[in-house]
Nanobody, 126 residues
Framework: VQLQAFGGGWVHAGGSLRLSCKAS????????IGWFRQAPGKEREQISC????????SYEDSVKGRFTTSRDNAKNAVYLEMNSLKAEDTAVYYC????????????????????WGQGTLVTVSS
């Protein structure tokens, strides 16, 4: 399954953006999806994950309460709603699917079992 993240752009601090992760196949609805980001000069970090089975999402502490992940199976899409953006949220954002059907976020392995999409750049000006 091929994924593509889009919806990035430039926004003032405090603003909002909504990223979309769309898949080439409906089978993506069976996969747990993770959102990642990589800021300039930093390592890639996982910021969110959403289960395929029950739609439950989890978040990294720095985005908890500001970012919300959801999925729309009818559109083969997963979304990342980002609110109260900060300059430190500036990064390239990626989505990835763990291709083992029904895996829960707690044991997802996007590096070894995943399919990654191209990233989308989010720039937050302070």
């Amino acid at each position: 399954v091929q994924l593509q993240a889009f919806g990035g752009g430039w926004v003032h601090a405090g603003g909002s953006l909504r990223l979309s992760c769309k898949a080439s196949e409906s089978t993506v609805n069976y996969y747990t999806i993770g959102w990642f980001r990589q800021a300039p000069g930093k390592e890639r970090e996982q910021i969110s994950c959403i289960n395929s089975s029950d739609g439950r999402a989890s978040y990294e502490d720095s985005v908890k309460g500001r970012f919300t992940t959801s999925r729309d199976n009818a559109k083969n899409a997963v979304y990342l709603e980002m609110n109260s953006l900060k300059a430190e949220d500036t990064a390239v954002y990626y989505c990835a699917a763990d291709l083992r059907v029904g895996i829960f976020c707690g044991i997802a392995d996007f590096v070894n079992s995943g399919s990654w999409g191209q990233g989308t750049l989010v720039t937050v000006s302070s």
